[in-house]
T-cell receptor, first 110, second 112 residues
Framework: QKEVEQNSGPLSVPEGAIASLNCTYS??????FFWYRQYSGKSPELIMS????GDKEDGRFTAQLNKASQYVSLLIRDSQPSDSATYLC??????????FGTGTRLQVTL | DVKVTQSSRYLVKRTGEKVFLECVQD?????MFWYRQDPGLGLRLIYF???????EKGDIPEGYSVSREKKERFSLILESASTNQTSMYLC???????????FGPGTRLTVL
């Protein structure tokens, strides 16, 4: 079992729709959770961090964390073509080690 | 804004050459990291440093070494470049505590 798992996609959503990106992790003691956006040929950019159960909103982005289910998600409302990118989930485990998933590719279609 | 810079965006080297990749951050972050990113394999940690002159091996340190003589600068060294080290190399930094990483723009290294 991978430490951090994401569906590689591509996830295709129409412009204006909600994109839902999901991530599961195996270390039950994980404390910190991050979402990165990576455009093709560019480096990852930190877009959201979440540390406690529940939702955290920042503009069109909402991160959701459920530690009991070991699940973290990212919702993107009113998806735009400029949101087309690969989204990486990263989790800090009990050994303070940050582990990345391999990413989900999102395509927002016109 | 945090700024992490890397010395080159693209680099082409020959097998057996010694390669230096430089990274500088301007936010006084304690922690600095070197990753490589390959299709299908994701981000893999090579080395990290939590203080000047301190270094820790990551998941794939073989064939690499690092140097951190100043807080703002973290160098990755490929002692004898090989073709399987062709990759995108990403430097990152973060402050102490539970914060995310801030990445530099990356260096795409090709070893011929």
């Amino acid at each position: 079992q991978k430490e951090v798992e994401q569906n590689s996609g591509p996830l295709s959503v129409p412009e204006g729709a909600i994109a839902s990106l999901n991530c599961t992790y195996s270390d039950r003691g994980s404390q910190s959770f991050f979402w990165y956006r990576q455009y093709s040929g560019k480096s990852p950019e930190l877009i959201m961090s979440i540390y406690s159960n529940g939702d955290k909103e920042d503009g069109r982005f909402t991160a959701q964390l459920n530690k009991a289910s070991q699940y973290v998600s990212l919702l993107i409302r009113d998806s735009q073509p400029s949101d087309s990118a690969t989204y990486l989930c990263a989790v800090t485990g009990t050994a303070s080690k940050l582990t990345f998933g391999t990413g989900t590719r999102l395509q927002v279609t016109l | 804004d945090v700024k992490v810079t890397q010395s080159s965006r693209y680099l082409v080297k020959r097998t057996g050459e010694k390669v230096f990749l430089e990274c500088v951050q301007d936010m006084d972050h304690e922690n600095m990291f070197w990753y490589r990113q390959d299709p299908g394999l994701g981000l893999r940690l090579i080395y990290f440093s939590y203080d000047v002159k301190m270094k820790e091996k990551g998941d794939i340190p073989e064939g690499y070494s690092v140097s951190r003589e100043k807080k703002e600068r973290f160098s990755l060294i490929l002692e004898s470049a090989s073709t399987n080290q062709t990759s995108m190399y990403l430097c990152a930094s973060k402050p102490g505590g539970s914060y995310g990483l801030f990445f530099g723009p990356g260096t795409r290294l090709t070893v011929l």
